[in-house]
């Protein structure tokens, strides 16, 4: 008996250690998540909007991006003293296309699935790729590649509250989806200085959804 006494309290003692690991590894991960205060702070360090869909102007998603020090300063020199014009637009949008680092969080505001979500995004890749910011190559792989890549989400699709997180440094885009309760769905990393061109093109390029909106919140 004495020695089944001591065997269960290894075990639980096993156990507790392994939970113990357990919650700190699932700490860690949280706290490892793209997040918009890691790069500049102030005036000109960060873009917001509210994307809306169809012609019943339905709220969709909200959307924030932050850039670094560099393109801080970039953006406050080609500012300065100006109001917002769709001359300076192309200009600003420049430097948003050529940032070395940058965090976009998109955070619905409705229901919305996967395949909607899709069609979204191929639609501005379209717009990048007729610009000339992206080779049909890759406008191609990523259009064939969203389906895979975020099949976790397919099932449940996306709800108010659930994010997209996208991290760009100048030779990888990292990806994440995380849900409103801070669950994990999708987490990928692609090399490549190609990668967080597309993803920056898909926002800046002249004719998306976000440009306009994207670059008068700098004036704000």
Do not use: C
Request: hydrophobic share 45%; aromatic share 6%.
């Amino acid at each position: 008996m004495m020695k089944n006494k001591h065997a269960l309290q290894l075990s639980a003692r096993v156990v507790a250690g392994f939970l113990s690991l357990s919650l700190l590894a699932g700490t860690a991960l949280a706290a490892g998540l793209p997040s918009l205060g890691d790069l500049a702070s102030g005036q000109y360090s960060r873009m917001h909007m509210l994307l809306e869909k169809t012609i019943l102007k339905v709220d969709v998603a909200l959307i924030d991006v932050a850039v670094d020090q560099k393109a801080q300063e970039q953006f406050k020199a080609a500012a300065a003293g100006q109001g917002y014009s769709s001359g300076l637009e192309g200009k600003l949008a420049k430097i948003a296309l050529g940032a070395d680092n940058a965090v976009i969080q998109l955070k619905f505001v409705r229901d919305v699935s996967l395949g909607q979500w899709i069609d979204g995004v191929k639609e501005s890749l379209q717009k990048a790729e007729a610009a000339g910011l992206l080779k049909p190559a890759l406008r191609k792989e990523v259009s064939d590649g969203l389906p895979v890549w975020f099949k976790a989400v397919e099932s449940s699709g996306f709800h108010s509250g659930d994010r997209i997180l996208y991290r760009v440094t100048p030779d990888s885009l990292r990806s994440v989806v995380v849900t409103k309760d801070g669950k994990v769905l999708v987490d990928r990393t692609d090399k490549g200085s190609d990668k967080p061109d597309m993803v920056l093109a898909s926002y800046f390029a002249p004719g998306t959804d976000y440009r306009q909106l994207l670059i008068q919140s700098l004036f704000k």
